[in-house]
């Protein structure tokens, strides 16, 4: 089955930009959404088809997709922004939805 | 705009049948755009993708789960349903329905999500 990797933690201090990435073969074939959760709340779709965003979320959130390599950046990184993000795709070989294991952003 | 809730008993004993519902407000169940979708997370863990249901009925199910998964579809009520049995603690998570674009299956919104705990 497909598999999604994603680095468990990535810091950046406020200001600053933090890049998450999402591994998987031949990735940029496919569309790739990615997701905010903060404690103790439901995930929430930050980015979708690799680099488009729900209205309402900043644009200092973007993606990127090419190769075996997904990107989610977060420029001008806040406290706020403190959270796990989760890559997703579909598999459409084996017909099911696929999530990374999720990377903890800290703020320093 | 369109929501989406959770509901159902919060514990459950092993080898019984965990049963939730989802109610969807502010838009259709029977819209053709979107799939509806159960989702859930182990307790600090990441997220598994369990299934989806369509408003015809027709499903989708995680190959993991699917010999114990059943997801149905009530338009009359805009709700839909999972039933998961035969549960062991490995069940204990907290689940989510989520409605699915049926193109590019990006899950957006969420519930808020209802921990169930397996445990005699």
């Known amino acids: 089955s497909y598999v999604l990797t994603q680095p468990p933690s990535v810091s950046g201090a406020p200001g600053q930009t933090a890049r998450i990435t999402c591994g998987g073969n031949n990735i940029g074939s496919k569309s790739v959404h990615w997701y905010q959760q903060k404690p103790g709340q439901a995930p929430v779709l930050v980015v979708y088809d690799d680099s488009d965003r729900p209205s309402g979320i900043p644009e200092r959130f973007s993606g990127s997709n090419s190769g075996n390599t997904a990107t989610l950046t977060i420029s001008r990184v806040e406290a706020g922004d403190e959270a796990d993000y989760y890559c997703?795709?579909?598999?459409?070989?084996?017909?099911?939805?696929?999530f990374g294991g999720g990377t903890k952003l800290t703020v320093l | 705009q369109v929501q989406l809730q959770e509901s159902g008993p919060g514990l459950v004993k092993p080898s019984q049948t965990l049963s939730l519902t989802c109610t969807v407000s502010?838009?259709?169940?029977?819209?053709?755009?979107?799939?509806w979708s159960w989702i859930r997370q182990h307790p600090g863990k990441g997220l598994e993708w369990i299934g989806y249901?369509?408003?015809?009925?027709?499903?989708y199910y995680n190959p993991s789960l699917k010999n114990r998964l059943t997801i149905s579809v009530d338009t009359s009520k805009n709700q839909f349903s999972l039933k998961l049995t035969s549960v062991t603690a490995a069940d204990t998570a907290v689940y989510y329905c989520a409605r699915e674009e049926i193109y590019r299956h990006r899950f957006d919104p969420w519930g808020q999500g209802t921990l169930v705990t397996v445990s005699s």
């Open positions: 249901i369509y408003h015809s009925g027709s499903t």
């Open positions: 502010g838009g259709s169940i029977s819209s053709r755009a979107y799939y």
């Open positions: 997703q795709v579909w598999d459409g070989s084996n017909d099911r939805g696929v």
